[in-house]
């Protein structure tokens, strides 16, 4: 009798691991994925959690966690970056902000074991969905392609 540990030995471990609506990464985004890096670089390490996904599973569409808001940005983008609390979240260094105002899509080969820190708080991510939702800079297509509205 074949057991099961003995097919996941010889399985790829990051073929079968599925991210969950919550999850949150640490990851490379660059300027083709939405993200504008920091003057002098090409990418920019962001926190990203996923907020849904298409229907195929094979892209992730989520929000990114910034360090502040940006006060040069329009007051409707700032309104919608939503506070996070360190104190709740261990792979926070210091209070930060969701920002609200762009799904972004990421492939699923970014979210992997190694790029996993942590699950977002039932209430803030139903925070963060709503204000997702009310958002008008997510273009509606976005939001339904990843299950976010009818």
């Known amino acids: 009798m074949t057991k099961l540990s003995d097919i996941l030995s010889t399985c790829n471990i990051e073929a079968i691991y599925q991210p969950e609506i919550g999850d949150v990464f640490l990851i490379n985004l660059t300027r083709e994925e939405g993200i504008t890096p920091k003057t002098g670089d090409d990418t920019r390490n962001k926190f990203y959690i996923v907020l849904g996904f298409d229907e195929y599973g094979n892209a992730y569409g989520g929000v990114v966690i910034n360090s502040h808001v940006n006060q040069n940005m329009p007051m409707h983008i700032q309104r919608a970056h939503m506070p996070l609390n360190s104190y709740n979240y261990s792979f926070l260094s210091h209070n930060s902000f969701i920002d609200c105002s762009k799904l972004f899509v990421v492939r699923k ?12 708080s039932e209430e803030d991510l139903l925070l963060a969905i709503g204000t997702v939702k009310e958002s008008k800079t997510i273009n509606r297509i976005l939001l339904k392609r990843f299950k976010l509205i009818e």
Do not use: F
Not at 109 to 120: A, D, F, P, R, V
């Open 109 to 120: 080969e970014k979210l992997n074991k190694e790029s996993y820190k942590g699950i977002l």
